[in-house]
């Protein structure tokens, strides 16, 4: 069982009871080219969010071990709630500054593809890869416009992702802890490879935004790896104190 599983069941809980607002008084211009700047990128990040998770609700149902279950289901089901309520805070920034919605995006379709093969492991690190891709992407979103309600949506957003980010890395840290070594080492090869990817992709298709916050794709590859490192890559002497020796 996950050590750590009651108190995100508290944390997501209490986000659900409690989520965060972005304040109504606050600035909301948006310049001709700002809008012109984020649309397209707010748009497809908006169809990213609004996922139902029910292929991820199912390969819950099928990991999860009797004891778990019920709390592991009550967490992503509060998790994938706090993603359509990003999805929600989108749309109604992007509805009042008449931004179109998207109904498809071919990074949003990929990463949907993907996270439909396989188990829970292998669905939660193309979703943590996608976690850690849109708070180096909020960050450098909030970046690029003056206007104050977009600036907090997006820290409000990435805070969450964050949180998001910490539970999946501590899932996916506990469901290689039994493994050997070389396959300790392979599988963190591969989510390097997958998160490299997928980044790059990211880049080349939100680069205006990217490139306006004064990323490169060097630059971003960095920044997303740096998030992986921390949460999935921890430092020997950290590793010594894990409880998974990971
Ligand atoms: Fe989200
Ligand atoms: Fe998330």
Not at 30 to 39: D, P, V, W
Not at 52 to 72: D, I, P, S, T, W
Not at 219 to 241: E, G, I, M, T, V
């Amino acid at each position: 069982m996950l050590q750590d599983l009651p108190i995100w069941l508290a944390h997501f809980r209490s986000q659900a009871a409690h989520p965060r607002l972005v304040p109504t008084a606050l600035d909301d211009t948006l310049t001709g080219r700002e809008r012109r700047l984020i649309a397209q990128s707010i748009a497809t990040f908006q169809l990213g969010e609004s996922s139902q998770g029910a292929h991820l609700r199912a390969a819950v149902r099928q990991h999860c071990g009797a004891q778990e279950q019920h709390a592991c289901i009550e967490i992503f089901d509060l998790l994938i709630a706090e993603e359509q309520r990003h999805a929600s805070l989108l749309g109604a920034f992007m509805q009042d500054h008449e931004i179109p919605r998207r109904a498809h995006a071919f990074t949003d379709q990929a990463f949907r593809a993907l996270r439909r093969l396989g188990g829970l492991e292998a669905r939660l690190r193309i979703l943590v890869t996608a976690e850690i891709i849109g708070i180096v992407f909020y960050r450098a979103l909030e970046g690029v416009t003056d206007c104050r309600r977009l600036q907090i949506l997006c820290r409000s957003i990435a805070a969450d992702e964050l949180a998001h980010v910490a539970f999946q890395s501590q899932l996916l840290l506990q469901m290689r802890g039994g493994r050997h070594g070389i396959a300790k080492l392979l599988t963190g090869a591969w989510e390097q490879c997958v998160l490299s990817a997928a980044a790059l992709v990211v880049f080349a298709t939100q680069r205006r935004v990217l490139k306006s916050a004064g990323y490169g794709p060097a630059l971003f590859l960095h920044d997303c790896r740096s998030q992986y490192a921390f949460y999935l890559k921890w430092p020997p002497a950290l590793r010594r104190l894990s409880p998974h020796g990971t």
